[in-house]
């Protein structure tokens, strides 16, 4: 199984701030990576998939980069909806595997 | 607007079999753009796949649960299903149905999720 890392798994920060999260996968994944943000009590919503592209309907304050092994996703200007927790996924190969989660909270 | 609704007993005995439902709206399940899938999320912890299927009935399990789960789907009533064998407490969980678009396309479309709890 493909393993994915995220960090931090934790993130105190200010609305405004730029922030960047992390996920990094055990093994080669090319760009078959999603994101995902979760608020309490919701399903996810899906943020970027094929690891840099924004879906539809998503603020362009989100982005993401990476291939390979090390992804990242930037919030370029915290708003306060943002606050929530965030998953990457790999879509590489079976069976699907998310990371740990970050979540994100209010400095 | 596709739209996904989970269905299903939200209490299960330990060691019966969990059977849940997701029902597609405001679009087709036989299209080989998409397949579909269940994940899991215990409570306060993270997301767990545990399978997807094609509108073909092909299938994809994780490997561990597969010995467990049984995904099928009805494309007469645009239905696809998940049963869970002999269920412990560690499956006690929110179990979400969602829709994957092919080709890295990620979960775009998810359904409310319910809530399954594995109790005498």
């Known amino acids: 199984d493909i393993q994915l890392t995220q960090s931090p798994s934790f993130l105190s920060a200010s609305v405004g701030d730029r922030v960047t999260i992390t996920c990094r996968a055990s093994?080669?994944?090319?760009?078959?990576l999603a994101w995902y943000q979760q608020k309490p009590g919701k399903a996810p919503k899906l943020l970027i998939y094929?690891?840099?592209t924004l879906q539809s309907g998503v603020p362009s304050r989100f982005s993401g980069s990476g291939s390979g092994t090390e992804f990242t996703l930037t919030i370029s200007s915290l708003q306060p909806e943002d606050f929530a927790t965030y998953y990457c996924?790999?879509?590489?190969?079976?069976?699907?595997?998310f990371g740990q989660g970050t979540r994100l909270e209010i400095k | 607007q596709l739209q996904l609704q989970e269905s299903g007993p939200g209490l299960v005995k330990p060691s019966e079999t969990l059977s849940l439902t997701c029902t597609v709206s405001?679009?087709?399940?036989?299209?080989?753009?998409?397949?579909w899938g269940w994940i899991r999320q215990p409570p306060g912890k993270g997301l767990e796949w545990i399978g997807s299927?094609?509108?073909?009935?092909?299938?994809y399990y994780n490997p561990s649960l597969k010995s467990r789960v049984t995904i099928s789907v009805d494309t007469s009533k645009n239905q696809f299903s998940l049963k869970l064998s002999s269920v412990t407490a560690a499956d006690t969980a929110v179990y979400y149905c969602?829709?994957?678009?092919?080709?890295?396309?990620?979960?775009?479309?998810w359904g409310q999720g319910t809530t399954v709890t594995v109790s005498s």
């Open positions: 969602a829709r994957t678009v092919t080709y890295a396309g990620g979960m775009d479309v």
């Open positions: 405001g679009g087709s399940i036989s299209s080989s753009s998409y397949y």
């Open positions: 299927i094609y509108y073909s009935g092909s299938t």
């Open positions: 093994q080669g994944i090319s760009s078959y």
């Open positions: 094929a690891a840099s």
């Open positions: 996924q790999q879509l590489n190969s079976y069976p699907i595997t």
